[in-house]
């Protein structure tokens, strides 16, 4: 059994070992944040593409949280693709922070069975479902 310095240690070590991912994916999820308002601010210059995008809610992060971040994804990079915006590497920082959730989502909807929404509406739910993500 260990005392004094080196137990003290160990518990400190402990702490900030279970309290470190917690941290890595918040920080990670607040650069997403300022980088998807880059892109409502974007949004009305590229209004003219109309595009629609299937769109998760909150509910749906709730449940299945890994797959709507998934989806959330893989709809940037359809987004990426017409509106060129590839530098902000959004969409992969999206599957990283899926990635660190690392759940069993069986029962969760695909992709493909969420409403469609404009680039605009999308980005807003995005934005949303994000920084409730980051508060809890």
Known sequence: MLRGRP??????LCQV????PKSAAGLRSLDVIK???LLIREAPKKVSLKSRLYTPTMADFQNCPSSTLKCFAAEVKVLDDEWKTRRLNVSHMLEVLAASFNQAESGCRQCECFDEETAEEFLKVLLSTLQNANSL
């Open 7 to 12: 137990a003290l240690v160990m518990v400190i």
């Open 35 to 37: 980088r998807v308002q």
């Open 17 to 20: 070992c279970l309290l470190a």
